[in-house]
């Protein structure tokens, strides 16, 4: 029962370093969801997806880019981090649609230094 | 400019009183409301949500008022326990934005024993 999971927990990078956060669901669920959440600013959306092979921009979409690989897995890739990225990143699902429920994962945080 | 606002960053309360968080909003398009609970080093859960047709929506020891003239929303929580203390996110959305939810910035509840 292990509804959404990401990795990696810990994350510390160089300026300018790439990586990709992983995320995956057993829930069955149509949407995926991307969010940073900063100290006072509560949680701001990078990116989402409706369904399977669709992808759009939220709120703070720039310096990121994301793959719907499947169903259940939706990754977010920073190309070349920059401390202002400096964050904790929680992927979350739902069964469809933006405003409802919504399932987090325990979210990475992530040092760019 | 922040369309949800969490203007109280923190808040104490002695267990078994009542604690109420609110949570004030500029958008008069939006029309569905949430509560998230946030656990440290965990991800966000829903706690409770309300339409807007409606002014209160009760789920046990959980609460929530809507105010739609004010533009304003709480969080009821009777009576207070520790296992309460966390992070207080609410959220809100509308079809105008898309239905993204849009994130308050959260606030520190310390339920003390």
């Known amino acids: 029962n292990a509804g959404v999971t990401q990795t990696p927990k810990f994350q510390v990078l160089k300026t300018g370093q790439s990586m990709t956060l992983q995320c995956a669901q057993d829930m069955n669920h149509n949407s995926m969801y991307w969010y940073r959440q900063d100290p006072g600013m509560g949680l701001r959306l990078i990116y989402y997806s409706a369904s399977e092979g669709t992808t759009d921009k939220g709120e703070v979409p720039n310096g990121y880019n994301v793959s719907r690989l499947n169903k259940r897995e939706f990754s977010l890739r920073l190309e070349s981090a920059a401390p202002s990225q400096t964050s904790v990143y929680f992927c979350a699902s739902s069964v469809w649609g933006l405003d409802e429920k919504l399932f987090f994962g325990s979210g990475t945080q992530l040092s760019v230094l | 400019d922040q369309q949800v606002k969490q203007n109280s960053p923190s808040l104490s309360v002695q267990e078994g009183r009542i604690s109420i968080l609110n949570c004030d909003y500029t958008?008069?398009?939006?029309?569905?409301f949430l509560w998230y609970k946030k656990y440290p080093a965990e991800g966000p859960t829903f706690l409770i949500s309300?339409?807007?047709?409606?002014d209160k929506n009760e789920d046990g020891r959980f609460t929530v008022f809507l105010n739609k003239s004010a533009k304003h929303l709480s969080l009821h929580i009777v009576p207070s326990q520790p296992g309460d203390s966390a992070v207080y996110f609410c959220a809100a959305s509308g079809d105008n934005a898309g239905n993204m939810l849009t994130f308050g910035g959260g606030t520190r509840l310390m339920v003390k024993p």
């Open positions: 309300i339409s807007s047709i409606k």
């Open positions: 958008n008069s398009m939006f029309d569905y």
